[in-house]
């Protein structure tokens, strides 16, 4: 699929708008309404550990995926409970993740130190590789895909179970995309 196609096709653009209107404050559920309903019914029967978080942006894809050269694979964007009120919920690093949501980041990583002390798990895994080759290769060329877009504490998959027609894949409307925006990363060879 041609990127064009690909950015015409992001579901993730309604709810970014919505989020925009609202001066970058989060909304009462910051989900896909395709998702919704599986997202509901998988997490009635969750421990608070895997339940999925709507309360904030999901983080599907994170900096330039579709100019970097690497793409990490990842299950599902982790649940800090610290990280709550001063990263999820601030509406500088929400206007963050809506550029990730909205393919116009161009960086995977920052150099900002308030966004760093609030949420450093990333910087702290690229460290070798920043110190190897520099700051600036290791943001503008590494991006992350996650399989779920929606926050956990733990990652568990949505079984099947949970999905209204069982002949339909056990995937999330969201999760499709993403399958979509991988086979273009693998067309590409990254």
Same mark, same amino acid.
């Given at each position: 699929?041609?990127?064009?196609? $690909?950015? #015409?096709? *992001?579901?993730?653009?309604?709810?970014?708008?919505? =989020? %925009?209107?609202? !001066?970058? &404050? $989060?909304? #009462?559920? *910051?989900?896909?309404?395709?998702?919704?309903?599986? =997202? %509901?019914?998988? !997490?009635? &029967?969750?421990?608070?550990?895997?339940?999925?978080?709507?309360?904030?942006?999901?983080?599907?894809?994170?900096?330039?995926?579709?100019?970097?050269?690497?793409?990490?694979?990842?299950?599902?964007?982790?649940?800090?409970?610290?990280?709550?009120?001063?990263?999820?919920?601030?509406?500088?690093?929400?206007?963050?993740?809506?550029?990730?949501?909205?393919?116009?980041?161009?960086?995977?990583?920052?150099?900002?130190?308030?966004?760093?002390?609030?949420?450093?798990?990333?910087?702290?895994?690229?460290?070798?590789?920043?110190?190897?080759?520099?700051?600036?290769?290791?943001?503008?060329?590494?991006?992350?895909?996650?399989?779920?877009?929606?926050?956990?504490?733990?990652?568990?998959?949505?079984?099947?179970?949970?999905?209204?027609?069982?002949?339909?894949?056990?995937?999330?409307?969201?999760?499709?995309?993403?399958?979509?925006?991988?086979?273009?990363?693998?067309?590409?060879?990254?």
């Amino acid at each position: 699929m041609k990127i064009s196609e $690909l950015k #015409e096709k *992001n579901p993730w653009k309604e709810l970014s708008k919505k =989020i %925009e209107t609202n !001066n970058f &404050n $989060l909304i #009462e559920t *910051n989900s896909l309404i395709s998702d919704n309903p599986i =997202i %509901e019914f998988f !997490n009635q &029967n969750q421990t608070d550990t895997y339940k999925l978080k709507t309360s904030m942006l999901p983080a599907h894809f994170t900096g330039n995926i579709l100019d970097s050269k690497i793409v990490l694979l990842a299950s599902n964007p982790g649940y800090v409970e610290k990280e709550v009120e001063n990263f999820y919920c601030n509406p500088k690093f929400i206007k963050e993740r809506i550029a990730d949501l909205s393919f116009s980041k161009k960086r995977f990583i920052s150099n900002d130190t308030e966004r760093i002390a609030e949420s450093p798990y990333w910087n702290q895994k690229l460290r070798w590789l920043i110190d190897e080759v520099g700051f600036e290769e290791v943001s503008k060329n590494i991006s992350l895909l996650q399989f779920n877009p929606y926050h956990s504490s733990k990652f568990r998959v949505i079984a099947k179970k949970y999905f209204e027609d069982p002949n339909l894949s056990n995937y999330l409307p969201s999760q499709n995309y993403g399958f979509e925006l991988l086979r273009s990363c693998i067309d590409q060879e990254k």
